[in-house]
């Protein structure tokens, strides 16, 4: 369900292969998947939001625990694609003044790193 | 899941556990989706499923035998949202959560559920009566 995209100038892309609502299970597995990742070789992690059709408190909470374990290490997390449902739930959440939000796709966002 | 839909309103019962609430949660965005659009879907999908899932995490504490009632009503514009439960009385209106981006690790645990649904319901009501907590949301 979940793949880590490898592209150059050090950035990988965070993608889920079809439409999602990141609720408790899912959430739940995307944050063990993610603690599996070899992230070390990386500067930034695009995480492709355009598949997240739904997403609850829940759901926030794992994308804040990878935002925490990415940026922690000197790497930062940028979000591509948000759809606007879930846009304006971050943004009601404050949560615009912590994640990079980017409306452009990944391959657009790494060509201009 | 038993429920019961018409034009203008659904109805149903479900187990207390959190699989059955992503459940209900997802059907009622579909019945507004069709009928109001998806931002009023998202809204209302989201306050069942955060209302929902407290009282399976907190109310029953996890015990997957009971049940919740979820209904909801289109008036004109909005939609009414009667949740009910028959955990020990909880009147979530009474909890204050602020969202502190300096306490990123308790935001990380959760939290934020309750300032969504204060946050997002365009009024909302709690009573406690006949042996179970109602929470009536105008959305």
């Known amino acids: 369900m979940f793949h880590l995209k490898k592209e ?6 965070i993608l889920f292969d079809e439409e999602v609502r990141l609720t408790g299970k899912i959430s739940a ?11 070390n070789s990386l500067e930034t992690v695009i995480f492709d939001c355009q ?10 909470a794992s994308v804040i625990s990878m935002y925490k374990a990415i ?3 000197g790497k930062q997390m940028i979000l591509s694609r948000l759809r606007k449902e879930v846009k304006d739930i ?5 949560l615009d003044k912590l994640f990079l939000m980017d409306d452009r796709t990944p391959e657009q966002i790494i060509r201009k790193l | 899941m038993e429920n019961m839909t018409n034009k203008e309103s659904y109805r149903t019962t479900i187990s207390s556990t959190l699989d059955a ?24 999908g989201l306050l069942v499923i955060e209302i929902c899932t407290n009282i399976v995490k907190y109310g029953y504490e996890k015990s997957p035998d009971e049940k919740i009632w979820v209904s909801i009503d289109k008036n004109n514009s909005s939609y009414t949202i009667l949740i009910e439960d028959e955990s020990k009385p909880f009147n979530l209106l009474e909890e204050y959560h602020n969202i502190d981006l300096d306490k990123i690790d308790k935001l990380e645990r959760g939290g934020m559920g309750i300032f969504l649904i204060k946050s997002l319901s365009k009024d909302i009501n709690y009573s406690y009566s006949e042996g179970k907590n109602k929470l009536t949301i105008i959305v």
């Open chain 1, 8 to 13: 150059n100038k050090g950035a990988a892309i």
């Open chain 1, 90 to 94: 971050l943004i009601l959440l404050n």
């Open chain 2, 21 to 44: 609430v992503d459940d209900v949660s997802a059907e009622i965005y579909s019945f507004i989706a069709k009928r109001s659009g998806n931002e009023l879907a998202f809204r209302a």
């Open chain 1, 29 to 39: 597995e995307l944050k063990k998947w993610f603690k599996k990742q070899r992230l």
């Open chain 1, 71 to 73: 940026t922690s290490s």
């Open chain 1, 51 to 60: 598949n997240i059709i739904f997403i609850d408190s829940m759901g926030i």
